[in-house]
């Protein structure tokens, strides 16, 4: 049985579908194992898609932990903004606080990606106020984003609107 290694199968979906469809599984990939794209990518020469295939390998972070994180990232880029992922909140002390999905590169804005299975217990949401709270107190501005952001075109202009608001870092 022939069997394609990942990054092939990687490269060939971004090449054929477009870029956020490669960078998804190669995000899960990159999360699960050490992928190199490099030997995948020469093979390609300069075949159809190979620009996109190279934005997936570029792109990839394993510290995505959703493909609702990846769009997320992937939205943000497709305006210039460059979101790091999984970033430590830390109070003034230097305890730690939150783990967050997001921060935006060189601003205090936090970006909190909400899928449906994140509340599965009576006091998770409670909790996770208290947690949104906490940050904020400590000058973040947060943008919470649900899937509907993301398809609606909701989520980038909020996301400028908090950046021209938030303080620099």
């Known amino acids: 049985v022939d069997v394609q290694c990942p990054e092939a199968a990687i490269v060939e979906l971004a090449a054929r579908e477009g870029a956020l469809h490669g960078l998804v599984p190669a995000d899960v990939a990159a999360r699960h194992e050490d992928v190199r794209f490099e030997r995948v990518l020469a093979s390609w020469g300069k075949r159809h898609g190979i620009a996109q295939a190279r934005l997936v390998a570029e792109l990839?972070?394993?510290?995505?932990?959703?493909?609702?994180?990846?769009?997320?990232?992937?939205?943000?880029?497709?305006?210039?903004?460059?979101?790091?992922?999984?970033?430590?909140?830390?109070?003034?002390?230097?305890?730690?606080?939150a783990t967050v999905d997001f921060t935006v590169a060189g601003y205090k804005v936090v970006v909190e990606v909400d899928g449906l299975g994140k509340y599965r217990r009576p006091d998770d949401l409670k909790k996770e106020r208290v947690r949104h709270n906490q940050i904020e107190e400590l000058g973040w501005l947060v943008v919470r984003v649900i899937a509907d952001d993301l398809r609606f075109g909701r989520f980038v202009p909020r996301l400028q609107a908090a950046m021209a608001r938030a303080e620099r870092r």
């Open 60 to 97: 990839a972070d394993g510290r995505r932990e959703s493909p609702l994180e990846t769009q997320t990232a992937w939205q943000a880029h497709g305006e210039g903004i460059r979101l790091e992922p999984q970033t430590v909140i830390r109070d003034r002390a230097g305890e730690w606080v």
